[in-house]
């Protein structure tokens, strides 16, 4: 069993900057690829980005791509999402996921994302123009 708890979340404005935290409970963080999805009013939940276990594969939706840096630290049990050039159109509720099968790719296959195993239960995140 894995426990997500996600923070850091708030308001900023246009071209700000954000950082997320998601600390996870249990023993067996590194077993867990991990991702970061986001979900606006009205709109399905959608991948951002994703990390492999050992933390050296990296994989971004188009639409944050060269903007949000995925990492984690398996020590301190918590995958981050550093946030950068926001802008109005990434206000959503943000969410933390872990999975034991798939790879980083692969959870950003929107038929996926119902098959998580475990998920956060997300921290606002409203970018103000």
């Known amino acids: 069993q894995v426990q997500l708890v996600e923070s850091g979340g708030g308001l900023v404005q246009a071209g700000g900057s954000l950082r997320l935290s998601c600390a996870a409970s249990?023993?067996?963080?590194?077993?867990?690829?991990m991702g970061w999805f986001r979900q606006a009013p009205g709109k399905e939940r959608e991948f951002v980005a994703g990390?492999?276990?050992?933390?050296?594969?990296?994989y971004y939706s188009d639409s944050v791509k060269g903007r949000f840096t995925i990492s984690r630290d398996n020590a301190k049990i918590t995958v981050y999402l550093q946030m950068n050039s926001l802008k109005p159109e990434d206000t959503a509720d943000y969410y933390c996921?872990?999975?034991?099968?798939?790879?980083?790719?692969?959870?950003?296959?929107?038929?996926?994302?119902?098959?998580?195993?475990?998920w956060g239960k997300g921290t606002l995140v409203t970018v103000s123009a």
């Open positions: 990390i492999s276990r050992s933390g050296g594969i990296r």
């Open positions: 249990g023993r067996t963080f590194s077993s867990y690829v």
């Open positions: 996921a872990a999975d034991r099968l798939l790879t980083p790719q692969e959870m950003a296959a929107p038929s996926r994302v119902r098959y998580m195993d475990y």
